[in-house]
């Protein structure tokens, strides 16, 4: 699928210090950047959390390294809130720098070398805020989650996006397990602190807003011979078309029935010598479009074949013999 809203809590999610170390000046320039008035060392509280990393999650995915670069450009500036709730009143903090970061001695569960993205925010020291620092500085407020879309996930075993092929997330082949790798990130909304992350709602939820597995993908997939995984709600889409193809093939079965029999009469009217178990045997291999060239074709020859004949037909520039052809009409 492509172009997914993304909420992902990373294996790492969580503020790794407080505000005790302070902030330099280097910093506070950086945070006056999106005050309306400078504010001084005193007046803000500074801590790192890091976001997300590049290791598998619960649910199966991961960030690769080139998406964590990307991220570090587009999550400055982000604001922090609560449990994901876009509120003004639930604004908590700012990320005014952001960085990528390799822990050496690390591996990812793929055994990649660990890198994960590692950003700064404050929030003003303040007495609306002294209860939040407090919670941050005793490690009651820890985890967090971040929002960010991307522009696909694809399958970490073959490369292709994720669901359209066989693989499994979670399921090893060969030597390789198999993960929904997070690539091309183009928006990063909010991050969040979560009170239980453990939770799938602190995790990840998407939506499609791009290309989406279309039944259209799905019957290409079974066309080439491919399988491909789905989940529930694309199985009730699949079940919804596969119904509404039903219906569509009981109206076209009523409709060919009676374009047949219709075929039929007009065929025994107009081609009597014909058998009927031959025109019904020749009907069952036409298309609906052949059933209707015969139709037409055999309307045809009806109508001519009762068409009244002029009594008296004159056509002397052709030099035909009018007087056998209106000698019916002789008294």
Excluded at 189 to 218: D, H
Aim: hydrophobic letters at 35%; proline letters at 2%; a neutral charge.
């Amino acid at each position: 699928m492509s172009k997914n809203n993304v909420r992902k809590q990373a294996v790492s999610g969580t503020v790794i210090d407080g505000g005790a170390e302070g902030v330099s000046e280097e910093e506070l320039k950086l945070i006056n950047g999106y005050t309306r008035r400078k504010l001084s060392a005193n007046e803000v509280y500074v801590f790192s959390v890091v976001l997300c990393d590049n290791d598998i999650d619960r649910d199966g995915e991961r960030f690769t390294v080139e998406s964590l670069f990307e991220l570090e450009k587009l999550f400055v500036g982000k604001t922090g809130i609560f449990d994901h709730t876009p509120s003004a009143k639930n604004q908590t903090a700012r990320i005014f720098s952001c960085s990528v970061e390799a822990v050496g001695g690390r591996k990812t569960e793929l055994g990649d070398d660990y890198f994960r993205l590692k950003a700064r925010a404050y929030l003003p020291k303040s007495q609306k805020n002294g209860d939040i620092i407090l919670a941050l500085d005793s490690g009651i407020i820890k985890e967090v989650s971040v929002g960010c879309a991307v522009e696909k996930v694809v399958c970490s075993v073959c490369g292709e996006e994720i669901g359209m092929c066989a693989h499994k997330k979670g399921e090893i082949y060969g030597s390789k397990i198999c993960c929904g790798e997070l690539t091309n990130p183009y928006d990063a909304y909010e991050w969040s602190f979560v009170a239980v992350p453990s939770q799938r709602a602190a995790g990840v939820t998407k939506s499609c807003c791009g290309k989406e597995l279309t039944m259209e993908n799905i019957l290409k997939r079974l066309e080439l011979g491919k399988g491909f995984v789905l989940d529930d709600n694309e199985c009730r889409k699949l079940a919804d078309y596969i119904d509404n193809l039903k219906k569509s093939a009981k109206d076209g079965i009523i409709y060919r029935d009676n374009l047949t029999r219709e075929m039929l009469r007009l065929a025994a009217c107009v081609q009597p010598e014909i058998s009927r178990e031959t025109m019904e045997s020749i009907a069952k291999n036409m298309t609906v479009s052949q059933l209707k060239e015969f139709k037409t074709a055999f309307e045809k020859q009806k109508n001519e074949s009762i068409a009244p004949m002029i009594q008296l037909c004159s056509d002397k520039n052709k030099g035909i013999n009018n007087t056998v052809l209106n000698g019916q009409f002789r008294i």
